[in-house]
């Protein structure tokens, strides 16, 4: 008896209409205005908040979901925007959120519509992306649940935990203080305290026997967190978005932006309660404060009775590896390289007196009109790396192409790389040390470990690849907001005419928020980087970098000159006062 087996593409059309019919429509209003908070107890601060209140709420949608964020921005003194971290916005990269790349910035009292459908499930965030502004409050979890998740029969509940260093102060004070002649060596300020949850002494009520999914996101701005659970063990089901087959560890080392969903079975009786730990890798800081306390603490609370004690104290610091991480779907390496890209990076000193950070000898500034823009409004030369500015270490990409990123690290630094729009396969990384990158033939992993937010170790390298089938626009940068301030980013402008085509080669085709945000900022929406609509090859006007040091003249050269010019102009000021002065006696 013949079996009649139906043809892929009409499984697959059934499949999209099942989905479509269960998807649904997610809404919410934000208005994002200034409130105090004093999460750590020790210092009353102003945060930005959502709806009047911080910390500002979750956003949570099933795959498959539209979400719609309407923005109002009602902080009467800066500008915003908000970016989804880790979702991929396939077919949507005008709703990817940085500010001089994919929109205008938000100025105060406009509005602004994100308007986008995911069909990737696991754990995210969105914050601000523009002007080094989410340390300040504007950073929350974003959750996409997924009821056809090979996980969801090992658990009996969910449970959000988020991690974040914390400021006293604001951040356009600290980035003045970071990026100046007084700071030549580019130390970044060290947070006054660890938050869990957006507060310190967590409690986590628990049941005996039942096991939880955790998932934690390190919502901080610089630092890495160690993070624990005393005498229980985790097993590792999910990094950033990525279903992995589970693995157990006892310590995690979580970067700025990376996230893990980890499951924990409670123990059979409720005799005692146990910290939850995270503490701040101080290696990341130049110096450490004598009364800095980097560790945050909560508990499992099975009985709130009994005494939740302090946590142990650990020998040392030894963390899963998630190098070893092994994806559910086993997807197999990238064996064949269409575009290989090498990123140097370094810091290094400029002619301001301020330290700055460099892909091959170039650190970023965003341009007069938004990169998104001068690709929709350049026709074919959008295809010229040229027209997007000298700073914006711009890298065209070609439709499905295999791409491979080797970046070496030629700083003594730990680094945490993201990129926009992917997730990548982790090929290759070094040990601390290791320097430059060299192909010697070592077996890579058959099926790499994926994720979108990668460490590379001190003065070492790493190799990332992963397939260009997002047309976009999409940053790779390091998530250390003090790095993305000072330059530390690269700018992937992925199938650029295929990108137009979305739009129907028309750039007033774009959401009308778009088109307002940029009228209300006075910002330039065609033409190449400088906003020359003539002639695109001239970048005169462009926004640059400063220049570099004189020949010869070193960081602490410059500020000793500056200083001894400046004590010269005082002392000779003193002598001519005294000199005018009445004589007495």
Request: proline share 7%.
């Amino acid at each position: 008896m013949a079996i009649y087996i139906p043809n892929l593409f009409f499984i697959l059309l059934l499949l999209s209409l099942f989905s479509s019919a269960n998807a649904g429509t997610v809404t919410y209003d934000f208005d994002i205005s200034w409130l105090h908070a004093n999460p750590d107890g020790a210092a009353v601060r102003p945060v930005m908040g959502i709806n009047g209140q911080w910390p500002i709420p979750p956003i949570t949608a099933t795959k498959g979901d539209r979400v719609i964020v309407n923005v109002k921005n009602s902080l009467g003194n800066e500008t915003t925007s908000l970016h989804f971290h880790g979702l991929y916005m396939n077919g949507s990269s005008h709703m990817d959120g940085p500010v001089g790349v994919t929109q205008c910035a938000i100025v105060p009292g406009s509005s602004f519509v994100y308007n986008f459908t995911v069909d990737q499930p696991g754990t995210y965030w969105y914050h601000s992306h523009n002007r080094g502004q989410y340390p300040d409050g504007i950073r929350g979890p974003l959750i996409v649940h997924d009821s056809n998740s090979p996980h969801k029969g090992l658990y009996d509940e969910e449970i959000v935990l988020t991690f974040s260093d914390w400021y006293h102060d604001l951040m356009n004070g600290l980035i003045n203080s970071f990026l100046s002649l007084s700071n030549p060596g580019g130390a970044e300020p060290v947070p006054k305290s660890a938050l869990m949850n957006d507060t310190q002494n967590l409690t986590v009520s628990i049941q005996p026997g039942k096991t939880y999914l955790f998932r934690m996101i390190n919502m901080g701005a610089f630092t890495a967190q160690y993070v624990w659970f005393e005498d229980h063990t985790m097993q590792i089901v999910e990094v950033d978005g990525v279903y992995t087959e589970p693995m157990e560890a006892s310590m995690i080392y979580m970067t700025a932006a990376q996230r893990y969903s980890v499951l924990v079975r409670a123990k059979n009786d409720s005799n005692a309660n146990f910290a939850i730990v995270g503490s701040m890798d101080q290696d990341l800081f130049d110096q450490i404060p004598e009364r800095l306390n980097p560790n945050v603490t909560g508990w499992l609370v099975y009985d709130d009775k009994k005494e939740k004690r302090a946590p142990k104290l650990v020998d040392a610091f030894e963390p899963f590896d998630d190098f070893n991480l092994v994806p559910y779907d086993k997807g197999e390496i990238f064996d064949h390289v269409d575009h290989s890209i090498t990123l140097d990076l370094k810091m290094d000193t400029l002619d301001d007196g301020a330290n700055y950070a460099f892909f091959n000898d170039v650190t970023y500034v965003s341009p007069k009109v938004p990169t998104l823009y001068t690709v929709l409004s350049t026709g074919p030369n959008a295809t010229d790396p040229a027209i997007y500015g000298s700073n914006t270490n711009q890298i065209i990409l070609e439709p499905n192409e295999v791409v491979e990123i080797i970046l070496n690290n030629n700083d003594p630094g730990k680094h945490p790389f993201h990129l926009h729009g992917h997730n990548f396969q982790l090929v290759s990384r070094s040990a601390d040390e290791a320097g430059p990158y060299v192909e010697n033939g070592e077996a890579k992993p058959a099926i790499p470990m994926k994720r979108d937010t990668v460490l590379v170790r001190p003065n070492g390298n790493l190799v990332l690849r992963f397939r260009a089938d997002n047309p976009g626009v999409w940053l790779f940068h390091c998530h250390i907001e003090w790095h993305v301030i000072s330059g530390l980013i690269a700018t992937f402008v992925e199938s650029p005419l295929l990108i137009q085509s979305q739009f129907s080669k028309n750039l007033h085709n774009l959401p009308q928020s778009h088109i307002q945000a940029c009228v209300s900022s006075n910002t330039p929406m065609r033409g190449n980087a400088a906003g020359n609509t003539l002639d695109y090859a001239d970048l005169k006007g462009e926004n640059r970098s400063p220049g570099p040091l004189p020949s010869g003249f070193t960081a602490r050269g410059i500020v000793a000159l500056v200083f001894s010019c400046m004590a010269a102009a005082v002392g000779c000021a003193a002598i001519g006062w005294y000199g005018m002065g009445d004589l007495k006696g």
